[in-house]
């Protein structure tokens, strides 16, 4: 298997493939994004799925990039017999899904060959495969995956493959299609027209972009992946593509990614509001609202793609895991853990939809109102973090400082929109948790906010202090904090997101992890809003240079390795460039509630 940035992404809005440098698709879930997979060998080998697709002689391509502001992947190689291209890409999804692949002469005559390995639910069943009116067709329960092309296909060794030669001018189409197998046959896309369509669409979307600061081609990759990564039927958008691709090398941090978090809804939001995506903000806002609709008590941190609340976890006994790190899982069993930081993450992305000005949607306030009469006899209770610790609830400062801005949006709201509801009672809950945060979730003696009341440990996420408007960034204790998480949380400038050993182990897990990039950017962030522009600019300059080739990052960074860890491409660092780049452009859009953010 290759490294983690050796990976570009390939999708439809509906699911998403996994393309590597030497050819291979080594990840692939069909129908949607949370589907079985039927190549899988990201996770264990190529038996367990993988689409091959390079000349004979092998070995990674010479040049890979994506064409334009699109998701249409060009990788080259130059051999001794001459160049090729192969085009890879997804359509926007029509009546089935399909991967399209154009192998392009461009000099010579390059011997080329082709290994397609299907291999259903996660590489465990092998389909029966026959050809039918010219097509390969491969069925195994619910799902049939059809293959056409004009190459002779042969089966060998419980696989098809191909072998063929393309001279400079010719294209060579090979397209995959998926369906149920009990339905009709679906129409395959021609693979120029659909290659036309996907180019147009890609185009006439990022031709939406409102950013005009410095890093615009990043920008622009970053909020292409993001579109990647939603769920077009409901406008939910995952946190990441993959699941078990791990935070340790060999270890046991390995989690499924292919759900939608709560707590990443005001971050998003802001990326997609403050770059002119409003329709997507406003299908995010209308999952969101579906998602947590019922007893604000039931909130839960992730929901499924179509807001589907079970999500049991287990484990693929059967794979081995990418470079041997077991277990594999399926399902979050973190889906029933209590968050507190989640009510006030909804309570602010939805404020910030509203000051955003985007059409009022009625039942959004109803909802608020809900989370807030739960906030009210619920913000004292330990609970879980944002980081969905495994080990004992505390009464984790992050979370506190997220039910004080849930509080604080809503004051904001009745005042500034006229809404109806007790705010003299909110104002006064609001003080409360801030009272009880300062006198115990800050040590006066190190000038630092700590993880949670009475820990010797930070946590990256009290770098949002100033940023949902708990504290001015002019406080010292701001800047205590900044420069603590800083001096014991960050390595050659990348943040972990809190110290596994702290405190006697504070979330339960054997290992570490590595640094992750979402709270990288935090830091950025935050040394911009204290002051320190240079070192911002410099931090951000350094964390662009840790995106693979074609502009994509995953979870986290492993200093140690000089390598990308965790599941990728991650939507929270991907926002987070955004974010960070759209601040020190000078275009932020706040969630500060005006005047609320020069509290004592």
């Known amino acids: 298997m290759a490294p983690i940035e050796d990976y570009a992404i390939l999708g439809d ?56 502001d699109t998701l249409i992947m060009s990788t080259e190689w130059d051999t001794p017999e001459g160049t090729v291209r192969v085009l890879d890409f997804m359509p926007p999804r029509g009546e089935a899904a399909d991967v399209v692949r154009i192998v392009e002469g461009v000099s010579g005559r390059v011997p080329m060959r082709m290994l397609l390995r299907l291999r259903l639910d996660y590489g465990s069943v092998t389909p029966w495969v026959r050809k039918e009116d010219g097509e390969l067709l491969a069925v195994a329960g619910p799902d ?101 691709l791990p935070e340790q090398l060999g270890g046991p941090r390995n989690w499924d990614y292919r759900y939608c978090w709560l707590r990443d809804s005001t971050f998003t939001l802001q990326a997609l509001i403050g770059t002119g995506y409003h329709e997507e903000a406003k299908a995010w806002r ?33 794979l081995s895991g990418y470079e041997g790190s077991t277990p594999v899982r ?38 608020q109102r809900g989370l807030l009469e739960f906030l009210e006899g619920h913000w004292d209770q330990p609970d879980n973090s944002l980081w969905e610790v495994r080990g004992p609830r505390r009464h984790f400062v992050h979370s506190k400082v997220m039910a004080w801005a849930g509080v604080d949006r809503a004051v904001h709201t009745v005042q500034a929109h006229g809404l109806d509801g007790p705010v003299e009672d909110w104002r006064a809950l609001r003080e409360k948790i801030h009272q009880d ?79 992750f990039l979402a709270c990288s950017f935090w830091l950025a962030d935050a040394l911009h809003a204290t002051g320190r522009e240079n070192e911002a600019r410099s931090l951000f300059e350094q964390l662009l240079g840790l995106r693979n080739d074609v502009g994509l990052l995953s979870e986290e960074y492993d200093t140690d390795a000089g390598r990308q860890v965790g599941n990728t491409p991650q939507a929270f660092s991907m926002v987070g460039l955004v974010n960070t780049a759209r601040q020190l452009s000078g275009s932020r859009t706040s969630t500060n509630a005006p005047g609320e953010n020069q509290r004592s």
């Open 437 to 515: 945060v300062c006198a115990h979730g800050y040590d006066a003696d190190r000038n630092t906010f700590t993880q949670f009341y009475g820990s010797r440990g930070l946590d990256a996420a009290l770098l949002l202090i100033p940023r949902v408007g708990f504290l001015p960034a002019g406080d010292p204790r701001v800047r205590g904090t900044v420069d603590a998480v800083r001096a014991e949380l960050a390595r050659d400038g990348f943040v972990r997101r809190y110290d596994a050993n702290a405190d006697g182990g504070v979330d339960g897990l054997p290992g570490g992890e590595g640094s």
């Open 144 to 244: 049939a995956i059809r293959v056409r092309t004009p190459v002779p296909l042969y089966g060998e060794d419980l696989a098809t493959h191909a072998e063929f030669t393309v001279a400079a001018g010719e294209r060579v189409p090979f397209v995959l299609t998926h369906s149920a197998s009990y339905r009709p046959r679906p129409r395959l896309a021609d693979a120029e027209a659909a290659l036309a369509d996907t180019e147009r669409f890609w185009a006439d979307w990022i031709g939406r972009c409102r950013y005009d600061g410095q890093w615009p081609d990043a920008v622009r990759r970053a909020l292409i992946t993001l579109k990647a990564l939603t769920y077009a039927p409901t406008g939910g958008i995952l946190a990441a593509a993959t699941t078990s």
């Open 286 to 318: 209308e999952w969101l609202v579906r998602a947590v609709a019922g007893d604000p008590a039931d909130l839960q941190i992730m929901y499924g793609l179509d807001g589907t609340r079970r999500l049991p976890e287990a484990t693929l006994d059967w």
């Open 330 to 367: 399926v399902g979050n069993a973190a889906a029933g853990q209590f968050q507190l930081d989640v009510w006030g993450e909804v309570l602010d992305g939805l404020h910030l939809v509203r000051e955003a000005g985007l059409p009022t949607f009625h039942p959004a306030w109803d909802l």
């Open 13 to 68: 809005l509906h699911t998403a493939a996994l393309l590597s440098r030497d050819g291979a698709i080594d990840w692939l879930c069909l129908p949607r994004f949370d589907s079985p997979a039927c190549f899988a060998a990201l996770l264990d080998d190529e038996h367990a799925g993988t689409w091959r697709l390079a000349p004979a002689s092998g070995g990674p391509a010479t040049r890979c990039s994506y064409r334009g």
